[in-house]
């Protein structure tokens, strides 16, 4: 069975739609996504509607689970370096992206689970049970076995990282898909894990970056440059000073 798992779109549907051609050339029996299908990109309720039409199943991530537990922002983001971009998530990219999806897409996101699972392939966002959590691309082989191994598959996907990875432990294979939009490992193109048989390998997919920095300019979002430097370069690109 070939499954593709595809993952972090982050409100890119301009990435997502190449994706789906590279996938629909390549031919698999299923397509699976990972989550932080929001916040990032400027078509939000667009990137949920494709989703749906691909009747994908799939996971949420964190930037899905902000929505409706703002919350875990503030708990996760609580050394004073990163109190700005707290407030700006918290003030601007919730009430913006709320207010993009409505309702009935909200409602839809929750209904996403935190694990997939299927014969010996099992995804997650970031850990079995908890979606921000970082199990870095440095991972000892020992931190990802006492990660991973409650899970009892043969092949476990996760992402949230933006830096795609096969590793094979004794046990088990760990991949992380990658992302298909804001890349962290100095290739901007879109990734996502084909998996094939029990074999994985992440495939990279090049896109229109320039026409969707253009959207991000176009905007108010207060990370709009951080996030076009990070889609052009792979890199992340922090924040730089915004308002007083």
């Not at 593709?4 to 890119?12: E, K, R, Y």
């Not at 964190?62 to 004073?80: F, G, I, K, S, Y």
């Not at 209904?111 to 970031?126: D, K, M, S």
């Not at 992380?176 to 804001?182: F, P």
Request: glycine share 6%.
């Amino acid at each position: 069975m070939r499954i593709a798992v595809v993952s972090d779109i982050h409100a890119n549907l301009t990435a997502l739609e190449a994706v789906i051609e590279a996938i629909r050339r390549t031919g698999v029996d299923l397509v699976v996504h990972g989550g932080d299908l929001m916040a990032g990109g400027r078509r939000p309720a667009e990137v949920i509607d494709r989703i749906r039409e691909l009747n994908w199943p799939g996971v949420y991530g964190n930037t899905d689970e902000m929505l409706w537990m703002p919350h875990r922002v503030a708990e996760m983001l609580q050394a004073p370096d990163l109190h700005r971009i707290r407030d700006l998530v918290l003030e601007h990219t919730i009430p913006a992206t709320l207010g993009a999806i409505g309702d009935e897409r909200l409602a839809w996101l929750k209904t996403l689970p935190r694990r997939w699972c299927e014969g010996e392939v099992a995804i997650v966002h970031a850990t079995p049970d908890d979606v921000w959590p970082i199990v870095s691309s440095n991972a000892s082989d020992e931190e990802l076995d006492r990660v991973y191994s409650v899970l009892q598959s043969k092949l476990v996907v996760y992402r949230h990282i933006h830096q795609p990875f096969v590793r094979w432990l004794p046990a088990f294979t760990v991949v992380n898909s990658g992302a298909v939009s804001l890349s962290y490992d100095g290739d901007p193109r879109a990734a996502y894990a084909l998996i094939d048989d029990g074999r994985a390998e992440i495939r990279r997919v090049g896109y229109d970056i320039d026409d969707e920095i253009r959207l991000l300019r176009d905007s108010d979002d207060p990370f709009a440059e951080s996030t076009a430097e990070t889609l052009r370069t792979g890199r992340y690109a922090p924040l730089r000073h915004v308002g007083p």
